[in-house]
């Protein structure tokens, strides 16, 4: 079964075109303009072995938030349609990841019900020109059309990259679990018969 999908998203603040096969080998190609979140968009394929590829053009001579939120919105919008009905799937998902000092923990449940939790208190307000509060605002808009429950814990952290890098490394590891096909099982991972 091919679990692929591609989203086009356009409005009068950014373009999308986002594409993901969530039975990939971890290949990205990312081109939004936003050098760090490229840099982060490929640690999801990286360690969720998803394939991605991200076009983006936003209204970056206001700022990065549209662009940002836009290509975490498509980003869900994209793996709900290629997870289709959710029969067979693990369903949860989480990861613990290190990178030197910093430790984030994700957990993510395909629950059908949006929310997100989001406890990273970031050691300083940028990581170069790039606005680390907008990765709120990427995670919001992914989990609000990809239906999720999605807890984000950033544990310890002396380097606002690093904590950065642990939550989308952890992220792409819980996503790669979640989606991953129960053997055992073609059903669908609830007792109350949907999701």
């Known amino acids: 079964m091919n679990r692929s ?3 086009s998203r356009d409005t009068l603040e950014t ?4 594409e993901i096969d969530l039975d ?21 394929a990286r360690h969720g072995l998803v394939d991605l590829k991200v076009e983006a053009e936003g209204d970056l001579h206001v700022d990065a938030h549209h662009t940002v939120e836009d290509v975490g919105i498509a980003l869900g919008q994209a793996t709900a349609q290629a997870i289709g009905d ?7 998902g989480h990861a613990y990841v290190p990178l030197d000092e910093a430790l984030s923990r994700v957990v993510l449940d395909f629950s059908g019900r949006p929310g997100l939790t989001w406890a990273v208190d970031f050691v300083r307000p940028r ?26 814990d950033n544990l310890k952290g002396a380097n606002a990259h690093h904590q950065a890098e642990t939550v989308f490394k952890a992220f792409g590891r ?22």
Not at 24 to 43: I, R, V
Not at 86 to 92: A, F, N, P, S, V
Not at 127 to 152: K, P, R, Y
């Open 5 to 7: 999908a591609t989203i």
């Open 15 to 18: 373009k999308i075109h986002l």
């Open 24 to 44: 990939g080998s971890g290949a990205s190609q990312c081109d939004t303009g936003l050098p760090f979140l490229e840099h982060m968009l490929d640690q999801v």
């Open 86 to 92: 959710k029969k067979g799937i693990t369903r949860y």
């Open 127 to 152: 990581v170069g020109e790039f606005d680390v509060d907008l990765l709120h605002e990427f995670f919001q808009g992914f989990v609000n059309h990809a239906q999720v429950t999605l807890h984000v």
């Open 174 to 195: 819980a996503l790669r679990m979640a989606v991953t096909r129960d053997p055992r099982s073609e059903a669908l991972p609830s007792t109350k018969g949907t999701l």
